[in-house]
């Protein structure tokens, strides 16, 4: 019998079963090392937010001027060593993933406001509080070297005492978690018990070693991307059986993505998630309205801007500009600005300025000369 199941399948002599199992195997080790912040809803969520994060300027209001003109060089360029982009972003990553972004000063003016910063990674850093409140800190070393801890600015994330420098993320860490054992259970789904789409069906009655044996030369054939060759009256029955397990894993799976989204604040359309709710918005400008007023601006900008503005002179402080975010379609814009000038909160040359064209050429009277003839 084997040596005919060897012929027919043309499977050597070493058994695919224990084969599988070590692959198995390799798969659960695998995504045992498999961290939360490696799932691609989380991933794809936080790059979201700190690549939204890092397309908006922050610019400088004065309580009695308005927008600072030009805007100062820490909101321009807080770190002089890396483009803006990269500061801000490491700041929205920093604090997904570890619930604080510290930032050092690391250069002053002659009046003692900074001038520069540098966002540093909270794995370099070495803190001891003063107080049980986690509110000022008494000593620092960065990279094993003193610093002065006056120099050193926190933004943090989540505020809860019960939960001290932990990301919301590592606050339903344990619901993530079941999402990596769904992702390995899928991964492991026909060896725990689901049913394949499929029968092999032999003409006579066959032994329980027979049986293994030939499902072994069966599934090295598979294994192996060789077509069948079936005779003596094996053939071979499909079926497409819709189980409470295939049904569970997929639910189970967009579920899980959804609350990624919803820990970030962020709505399951943007993420490519199944949302749970029946609100839908008609726009991508509605969408990301929503998205800034409920989640990206309380969640993550605010306390950005809050970390700046306590860098900055009294009467001063830092405002993201949102307009890349929410820039409505170019017919919308006209209308806007026809109304706002027309209402004298903007002059022409103002909404030309926003659109970015150049200032209206002034019309310059050409002098004509008396003696011309026919005047």
């Known amino acids: 019998m084997a040596t005919w199941l060897s012929r027919l399948f043309g499977a050597s002599a070493e058994t695919p079963t224990q084969n599988r199992r070590a692959q198995l195997a390799a798969v659960g080790e695998q995504l045992e090392m498999l961290d939360i912040y490696e799932l691609p809803s989380v991933v794809a969520g936080r790059q979201l937010v700190a690549d939204t994060a890092a397309m908006m300027q922050l610019v400088g209001h004065s309580e009695l001027t308005g927008r600072l003109d030009p805007t100062p060089a820490l909101l321009r360029r807080p ?59 008494q000593t620092a070393t960065l990279d094993g070297r003193s610093i002065d801890p006056t120099k050193l600015r926190p933004i943090k994330f989540l505020l809860d005492g019960a939960t001290p420098e932990r990301s919301p993320l590592e606050v339903v860490r344990a619901v993530l978690e079941r999402l990596i054992q769904v992702y ?87 993420l490519n998630v199944t949302a749970q709710s029946a609100l839908t918005y008609s726009t991508t400008l509605d969408e990301r309205q929503r998205w800034l007023q409920l989640g990206l601006y309380p969640g993550i900008l605010n306390r950005i801007e809050a970390a700046f503005s306590d860098l900055m002179p009294r009467g001063q402080s830092a405002v993201f500009d949102t307009s890349n975010l929410v820039r409505m379609d170019f017919a919308s814009r006209i209308t806007t600005y026809a109304t706002s000038i027309g209402a004298g909160i903007h002059t022409p040359e103002e909404a030309r300025a926003l659109e970015g064209l150049p200032v209206t050429p002034v019309a310059v009277p050409e002098a004509i000369s008396p003696n011309v003839e026919g005047i």
């Open 79 to 137: 770190d002089p060593f890396e483009p803006y982009r990269d500061t801000i972003e490491k700041i929205v990553n920093s604090m997904t993933r570890h619930d604080v972004a510290w930032l050092l000063v690391t250069v002053e003016g002659a009046d003692g406001w900074p001038l520069a910063v540098e966002q540093v990674d909270p794995g370099r850093l070495n803190i001891t509080w003063a107080d049980p409140a986690r509110k000022i800190v």
């Open 184 to 270: 390995r259970f899928s991964s492991e789904f026909y060896s725990l018990g689901a049913t394949p789409p499929y029968a092999v069906i032999h003409p006579n009655r066959v032994t329980a070693d027979q049986a293994t044996e030939f499902m072994d030369q069966w599934l090295t054939a598979r294994a192996e991307h060789r077509p069948a060759l079936l005779s003596g009256g094996i053939s071979i029955e499909t079926y497409q059986p819709v189980s409470a397990a295939d049904a569970m894993l997929l639910e189970t799976v967009n579920y899980l993505d959804a609350v990624a989204a919803r820990v970030m604040q962020i709505p399951p359309s943007l």
